[in-house]
């Protein structure tokens, strides 16, 4: 399973002082005007967005971004950090002008506290409250990523065929999620992309939709190494769960109520909860936190007319058999119950795998052990009756299409990490599929490009299926970029880019 990263640039901070614009060392352009519309601010600078894309707000002075202004008298150096050199004048803290550094985030403590870190201006203009009607991905805009954007963008100076550079480019044209898989990365990206999709919406008059990842439980991925998560499975932690996360997330989806937003939740969870709690301790360390936490993020999240729910549920190499799924019906009837009032929409497949959507040389026999769904096509066909058997009454799905267009090189259907012949596949889109109803959309939830896991043995998060024969290497750290995983998968797209 794949976790997202949030912006990591202290390198480039470094450089700061001597570019054209504070924002350029970070990935992004600098905005075309000083006067431009301030839809973020944190100890960087003001952000704007132009071209579905964050720029950096040119500024007179460094300071004024962390609260201060610019020094207009004194050129006394008083107290120097990392953000620059820091004067008094009027019996308060000024940035002397001409000499920011790199800002690693500290704010001096001298100057007393500032409250802004993290903090908002331009506030954008919050509507009437929307509500899902039908397929929740049907009449709007997808958002585009702007992190993803500045990945690809990284990733296009690295290549040097031209053709390669025009798949690339095509890729900033297509929406994925974004994922909040830690307390921090949470909130640094919920706020801020809810804000700038609401200026895209208020500015373009058309429902702009933003697709987030709910992925922190405690004791997260307790069957797999590479992405187990920053909450253990205890008492404590799951305190923190509810409070500094789900809590959090609650309050600025209830601010936000104006836009339509999709919640993916808790990838690999109660998939395990179906398949591994014989099997692995960890697993069953886990399940009363899984259970509950399900139950918690429901009742909250599931409650908000704006926000459509999507449980996930493995993929067809996972829970495709008939016991597996049976069982499953049981597991997910029991915790959208448990759940109520709160409303779950449907369910997610395929997210962060490689499974094809339809692949007519596989069928139940020796090859696929004897497995009834060998792809993900017939998994959802078969999924949708069992649910529906199960009593859930809201049965609809979305398949994560990243990277099943092409048939990897894989011996056995249930290898994840880092597949070799890794290929993008459908683009996202509403109601895909003519004659099932009851899929929602095709969508990728795992960005191309993001690794499944190390190949480093030594590494502490070093997961066997990272080193198999078929996973391509060496590949970086779960989420981190990989960029020969992301331009195998370019090459390989279906349909082609």
Aim: proline share 6%; charged share 20%; net charge negative.
């Amino acid at each position: 399973m794949k976790a997202s990263i949030a912006l990591t640039a202290i390198a480039a901070l470094a450089a700061k002082a001597s570019a054209a614009c504070w924002s350029e060392p970070l990935g992004y352009r600098c905005c075309s005007s000083p006067n431009a519309q301030v839809i973020y601010t944190d100890n960087d600078g003001k952000w704007g967005v132009e071209n579905n894309d964050w720029c950096g707000i040119p500024s007179a002075c460094w300071s004024e971004s962390l609260g201060y202004p610019c020094c207009k008298y004194t050129s006394d150096v008083v107290y120097t950090d990392n953000d620059g050199k820091w004067g008094v004048e009027n019996g308060d803290w000024c940035g002397i002008n001409g000499t920011s550094g790199g800002n690693n985030g500290y704010t001096p403590s001298n100057p007393g506290n500032n409250n802004n870190q993290g903090g908002y201006e331009g506030e954008p203009t919050i509507g009437a409250q929307y509500t899902h009607s039908g397929n929740p991905f049907a009449g709007h805009k997808f958002f585009l990523n702007p992190y993803y954007t500045a990945e690809v963008d990284a990733a296009i100076a690295q290549m040097s065929s031209s053709s390669l550079k025009q798949k690339a480019e095509k890729m900033k044209e297509y929406s994925n999620a974004i994922w909040l898989d830690t307390i921090e990365n949470m909130n640094s990206w919920l706020l801020r992309n809810l804000k700038t999709a609401l200026a895209e919406q208020n500015e373009t008059g058309k429902t702009v939709l933003t697709v987030f990842v709910v992925y922190d439980l405690p004791g997260r991925d307790c069957h797999a190494l590479a992405s187990n998560g920053e909450l253990l499975a205890n008492d404590s932690d799951f305190d923190r769960y509810k409070t500094e996360y789900i809590d959090v997330i609650e309050g600025h989806l209830k601010k936000y109520k104006s836009q339509p937003v999709v919640l993916v939740v808790e990838p690999d969870s109660l998939a395990n909860m179906v398949t591994n709690l014989e099997n692995t301790p960890a697993c069953r360390d886990s399940e009363k936190y899984y259970m509950d936490g399900h139950a918690y993020l429901i009742k909250k999240l599931g409650a908000l007319p704006h926000v459509a729910m999507y449980l996930d549920i493995g993929h067809a190499f996972w829970l495709g058999w008939d016991d597996n799924r049976e069982k499953a019906g049981k597991v997910y009837s029991k915790v959208i119950s448990s759940g109520s009032p709160g409303k779950v929409r449907g369910f997610a497949s395929n997210v962060a795998n490689y499974t094809p959507w339809e692949d007519p040389t596989l069928s139940r026999g020796p090859d696929t052990e004897w497995n009834p769904c060998p792809d993900e096509k017939r998994y959802l066909e078969a999924m949708y009756k069992t649910f529906q058997s199960a009593g859930i009454k809201s049965v609809y799905f979305i398949d994560d299409t990243s990277r099943n267009g092409h048939k990897t090189d894989r011996t056995h259907p249930g290898e994840w990490c880092n597949q070799t012949g890794v290929g993008i596949g459908a683009r996202p889109a509403a109601n895909p599929i003519s004659g099932m109803s009851y899929l929602d959309a095709f969508y990728w939830v795992k960005p191309l490009g993001e690794s499944d896991g190390t190949s480093d043995e030594s590494a502490k998060r070093f997961d066997g299926y990272c080193g198999h024969a078929t996973a391509m290497k060496p590949a970086p750290e779960a989420g981190q970029w990989f960029q020969k995983h992301f331009e195998q998968g370019l090459e390989n797209a279906n349909p082609p880019l």
